[in-house]
């Protein structure tokens, strides 16, 4: 059984900063690829950053130069650093880890809980 924790979520006002994390814990044997996404109110969930376990990212154009993402392997942790946020990037901002090896020989695609990011304007 493997858990993804997001925290760092909160209320900030527009052009402030957050930092997200989100670590997996259980039985991992490695993690490929780590995923933020998002979703807005009354909007579908959204793919914000991505980054591989050799480090190669890809932002969406909505974030591109504001948002960064990385990630400690041996912590099994990824980031989200959010600067310059905007009103519009209100949303629960969700993590996910979608091949993940573990102890019993297979991949699996796990999500986190979730954690709540407030623009004000």
């Known amino acids: 059984q493997v858990q993804l924790v997001e925290s760092g979520g909160g209320l900030v006002q527009a052009g402030g900063s957050l930092r997200l994390s989100c670590a997996a814990s259980g039985s991992i044997v490695s993690i490929n690829a780590m995923n933020w996404y998002r979703r807005a109110p009354g909007k579908q969930r959204k793919l914000v950053a991505s980054i591989t376990s050799g480090d190669s990212t890809y932002y969406a154009d909505s974030v591109k130069g504001r948002f960064t993402i990385s990630r400690d392997n041996a912590k099994n942790t990824v980031y989200l650093q959010m600067n310059s946020l905007k009103p519009e990037d209100t949303a629960v901002y969700y993590c996910?880890?979608?091949?993940?090896?573990?102890?019993?020989?297979?991949?699996?695609?796990?999500w986190g809980q979730g954690t709540q990011v407030t623009v004000s304007s």
């Open positions: 996910n880890a979608p091949m993940v090896f573990t102890t019993d020989g297979y991949e699996y695609d796990y």
